[in-house]
């Protein structure tokens, strides 16, 4: 998605190649997109900030005729989902990080997300359900902290993160079995 967002500006590059500054921001682009397609830099804010001020200034050279009318609204068209996406993972990730940082910090009241019913994680990414788990232990609520760890299990069992909590917040053979799939699990 990021490299079918981002090659559309390499389109115009007959179009740019006599403007003086330009060509610069086609080589950084097409640097960017190469890098960004075999590692993580598209993850980078900065980074891909950059890269797209570079493919906003291809669109947007006077001598860009392709997007014109038609192809405009087309274009917008196909951007608009990818953006609504985009804030929507934003905004939970935004939940996600306060709610890590607050159990980071000890504080279990601002640590408790409303967990869904769904996963909007990334496989192996903390879930809400392991969030809302970590904050019930910081108050000692052992019972309700298992239920969540539980319920984060079943969305992800290979997380052995949130075996390693489950074990925390358990003891005898619950904590052992836990503790043997946190083994399992990094192996």
């Known amino acids: 998605m990021l490299v079918a967002t981002l090659a559309l500006p390499l389109a115009v590059l007959p179009h740019v190649r006599r403007l003086s ?3 610069g921001g086609q080589r950084a682009l097409i640097a960017y997109l190469l890098h960004a397609s075999v590692d993580w830099d598209w993850e980078v804010p900065a980074v891909t900030l950059a890269a797209l001020f570079c493919a906003a200034a291809l669109l947007a050279s006077r001598r860009s005729a392709l997007l014109t009318g038609k192809a405009r609204v087309t274009a917008l068209a196909l951007a608009t989902p990818v953006l ?3 804030l929507v993972m934003h905004v939970g990730n935004r939940a996600t990080a306060a709610s890590i940082a607050a159990i980071d910090r000890g504080d ?9 019913g769904r996963s ?3 496989r192996g990414r903390t879930s809400p359900w392991q969030l809302r788990g970590e ?3 910081l108050v000692e609520d052992d019972a309700a902290a298992r239920k969540s760890l539980k319920r984060a299990l079943e969305l992800n069992p290979e997380s052995w993160s949130t075996w390693l909590d489950l074990a925390v917040a ?3 053979t619950g904590r052992t079995q836990a ?3 946190v083994k399992r699990s990094t192996h």
Do not use: V
């Not at 279990?108 to 869904?116: E, M």
């Open 135 to 137: 904050a019930e232990s």
């Open 84 to 86: 609504a996406i985009a």
């Open 120 to 122: 909007t994680g990334h």
């Open 179 to 181: 503790l043997a799939q």
């Open 108 to 116: 279990p009241d601002r640590a408790s997300l409303r967990p869904s």
């Open 21 to 23: 500054l330009l060509p």
């Open 170 to 172: 358990s003891s005898g």
